[in-house]
């Protein structure tokens, strides 16, 4: 994994020229039409732990350390954990929650957070330490997506207004850099939400003020209220803006002169969009990355849908 990402990452004059060359005839280097997109396979829980235990490492790497310290972190939590694949890209999503006092100007709302972790692990590009621009710009895509289109319920994270509230945190964990992060990263931030559950609370005490969190043996943990998913979908352009393709890889990322990223909804509500250098964008194109984009959602909700349903009916939480 490491050659062929050390590769991408440093692709030669002949590499990118191959690349322009090839999606000027429209095809690509995966064998994808321009607006085909890679597969998406979608794990929780232990089935992350399971994928791992079939696979046999002669040679372990600090990839594999890394990953193995995440499985960690959640081979105890059947939910609120995602692994999602998009080709050879794998983030992993965690969801955790706890009571904190509400933001002034919002009383009886919630919180909502993500936090991104880019490894050189994952990819010898990425820095430790402080976040990156790429790990600023992906967190703020799904973040927005989130926010913006009010996906997640958050007065209903309120159990005391003014004093206490439910603080979603979303984390994000790049595993492996295969080429639009961003996509992946936000599939993996919704299954981990439509999977986790919160602890029941109630107030007593004399003057009813007292939160009271009921331990799951006690009451049965509930569901955070997702209204929609917001589902991200990236575009890469190439020559000036002339070639289109969706869903781009990391090679062709390192080839491609900007980047746009539509977040759409199953009915078509549009709830963000992000470009990302190049040149200007001409309306019409925007349109049919819209429509292209819808067209995707509807089916990638579904895939989370159905993902979400066969193992929730395998677990009792």
């Known amino acids: 994994m490491e050659g062929r990402l050390a590769n991408s990452w440093r692709l030669t004059v002949n590499d990118k020229n191959f690349i322009k060359t090839a999606l000027l005839s429209e095809i690509r280097i995966d064998g994808r ?9 979608i794990k ?3 089935q992350v732990l399971a994928s791992f235990i079939n696979v046999s490492i002669t040679e372990p790497t600090f990839t594999h350390l890394y990953i193995y310290m995440l499985i960690i972190m959640v081979i105890y939590r ?4 995602s692994e999602v694949q998009l080709g050879q890209t794998r983030v992993m ?4 929650a706890q009571l904190v006092q509400p933001y002034r100007d919002r009383p009886k709302e919630g919180i909502l957070s993500i936090f991104t972790e880019f490894s050189p692990m994952a990819d010898p590009s990425f820095e430790p330490g402080r976040p990156g621009e790429l790990a600023v710009e992906l967190g703020r895509i799904v973040d927005r997506g989130l926010r913006e289109s009010r996906a997640v319920d958050t007065e209903s994270l309120c ?3 003014g004093k206490f509230v439910w603080a979603i945190r979303i984390d994000l964990h790049i595993l492996d850099n295969g080429g639009n992060l961003v996509d992946a990263a936000n599939i993996a ?5 439509l999977t986790f559950r919160r602890p029941e609370c109630s107030l007593g005490g004399e003057d009813g003020q007292e939160v009271i969190v009921h331990p799951p043996e006690i009451r049965e943990p509930l569901p955070l209220t997702v209204h929609h998913l917001p589902i991200a979908i990236s575009f890469g352009f190439f020559s000036n803006e002339s070639i289109l393709v969706i869903d781009p890889t990391h090679n062709e990322e390192a080839v491609m002169g900007g ?3 539509t977040t759409v909804n199953a009915n078509g509500d549009i709830c963000a969009i992000q470009k990302s250098g190049g040149e200007g964008v001409p309306r019409r194109v925007i349109m049919q990355c819209l429509q292209l984009a819808t ?4 089916s990638i909700t579904k895939q989370i849908k159905d993902a979400v349903r066969l193992f929730s009916s395998k677990i009792v939480f």
């Open 33 to 41: 039409k321009p607006f085909e997109y890679r597969k998406i396979s």
């Open 159 to 161: 159990i005391l207004a």
């Open 295 to 298: 067209s995707k959602a509807a």
């Open 93 to 96: 999503g965690m969801v955790t």
């Open 259 to 261: 980047r746009m990223t």
């Open 189 to 193: 931030a919704l299954a981990a939400l």
């Open 44 to 46: 929780f829980g232990r």
């Open 78 to 81: 059947e939910d609120g954990s």
